[in-house]
């Protein structure tokens, strides 16, 4: 039903700075509450952020917190992931997630959502 399409990662630079979307083929894009999540080499995938349907609430996992933010467009049907003061550690697969939901409701649980976009790889380099 719901089409997710990361872009934006590539390579950058300790420090710097990188900007990642998800666009939504579906309607009611503004149904769906939508989050970040990022796997690591050898790691688990893990929470990285989460942004309500229409209000906007959002939440970020701790390790992310104040450098990273999430932000929703409903007009065009698109998530965006603003990453600041990169890190090596930040190196992951990103992954664009969304999930059906009839409140303003931000999960964090992997399990909870229902689509997924192929991801995108986000290399920060020292």
């Known amino acids: 039903q719901v089409q997710l399409v990361e872009s934006g990662g590539g390579l950058v630079q300790a420090g710097g700075s990188v900007r990642l979307s998800c666009a939504a083929s579906?309607?009611?894009?503004?149904?769906?509450?939508m989050g970040w999540f990022r796997q690591a080499p050898g790691k688990e995938r893990e929470f990285v952020s989460t942004?309500?349907?229409?209000?906007?609430?959002?939440y970020y996992a701790d390790s992310v917190r104040g450098r990273f933010t999430i932000s929703r467009d409903n007009t065009k049907n698109t998530v965006y992931l603003q990453m600041d003061s990169l890190k090596p550690e930040d190196t992951a697969v990103y992954y664009c997630?969304?999930?059906?939901?009839?409140?303003?409701?931000?999960?964090?649980?992997?399990?909870?959502?229902?689509?997924w976009g192929q991801g995108t790889q986000v290399t920060v380099s020292s």
């Open positions: 997630a969304a999930a059906s939901v009839n409140t303003e409701i931000i999960r964090t649980i992997e399990a909870l959502y229902d689509y």
């Open positions: 579906g309607r009611t894009f503004s149904n769906y509450v």
């Open positions: 942004i309500s349907r229409r209000v906007g609430h959002t």
